[in-house]
């Protein structure tokens, strides 16, 4: 997306995006909005999404009444994982976002979507990226893994290979699945975030569940504006830390002259 279509107010931004997140400039409107789509997916989660993160959304009830302040939230990241959360504008370069991960810093986009997007919202707004991503940092294999992803972002930057590594993130971080012993549940963020495709990416009989595979999901595309046709599911945040700890680099190599699965 180039930055002249994206919503947020760059113009404040200084070269790592990071914006002063202004939480006395959120309207009661905005707050009650925000409210309202934290109780609906509230209702969802126990039954959907997976252990690591309904343990840590116990700890922050304070943002289930407002738009949450994230230096208050960083404060308790700090503590328990090493990380914080930064303020941006929206979507950010490549290297900025891999840079803030690098350095166990979250980008969160700072405005929240319209109340007739209540379903459906094209970019990434706060309730996503709060809601979806914050929770999980507070589980310390998710926070690592997520920290080395940042690295390996910048190493895939230099290799030509980010598509390659945004296919990971794509099948993982925003749509993964994970065996528990109640059945699959939800841990990508896109999904946790949805109010249409938490309950379809656990119950629905038509998506293919596949089980992780690094080499498949890098020749796997996706399509960003409807639910997915397949979904990858892990054992556990400490298999996916294994499986993508080893260099990549041959791998991106070999990947790089195979044909894309469709
Ligand atoms: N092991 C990857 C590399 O060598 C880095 C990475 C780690 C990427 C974890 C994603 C997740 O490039
Ligand atoms: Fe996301």
Not at 62 to 71: G, K, L, N, Q, V
Not at 118 to 141: K, T
Not at 228 to 239: G, K, T
Request: hydrophobic share 40%; glycine share 6%.
């Amino acid at each position: 997306m180039k930055a002249s279509e994206l919503r947020g107010d760059y113009s404040r931004a200084g070269s790592d995006y990071v914006v002063e997140q202004d939480w006395p400039g959120y309207s009661p409107e905005e707050h009650a909005l925000y409210r309202k789509l934290f109780e609906r997916q509230s209702k969802l989660v126990p039954r959907y999404a997976c252990p690591e993160w309904i343990e840590a959304i116990a700890g922050l009830e304070s943002a289930a009444r407002e738009i949450p302040r994230f230096d208050r939230i960083s404060k308790k990241l700090r503590v328990a994982t090493g990380w914080q959360i930064v303020a941006v504008p929206g979507l950010i370069p490549d290297d900025a976002f891999f840079t803030h991960l690098a350095n166990r810093r979250f980008p969160v986009t700072v405005w929240l979507r319209r109340p007739e997007e209540f379903d459906y919202i094209v970019e990434p707004d706060v309730f996503h990226d709060f809601f979806g991503h914050v929770p999980l940092l507070f589980d310390r294999v998710y926070a690592d893994h997520l920290y080395e992803y940042g690295k390996g972002g910048l190493k895939a930057m230099r290799l030509d290979a980010v598509r390659m590594l945004a296919r990971l993130y794509w099948f993982t971080i925003e749509f993964g699945l994970m065996k528990t012993p109640a059945g699959v549940r939800a841990y990508g963020a896109g999904l946790i975030s949805s109010g249409g495709e938490l309950a379809y990416c656990v119950d629905d009989p038509k998506p293919q569940r596949l089980p992780f595979d690094l080499e498949r999901i890098m020749r796997t595309e996706y399509q960003i504006d409807r639910y997915q046709e397949r979904y990858f599911v892990i054992d556990s945040f400490e298999q996916l830390m294994r499986e993508t700890a080893p260099d990549f680099t041959p791998i991106y190599a070999h990947l790089r002259n195979l044909p894309l699965w469709t």
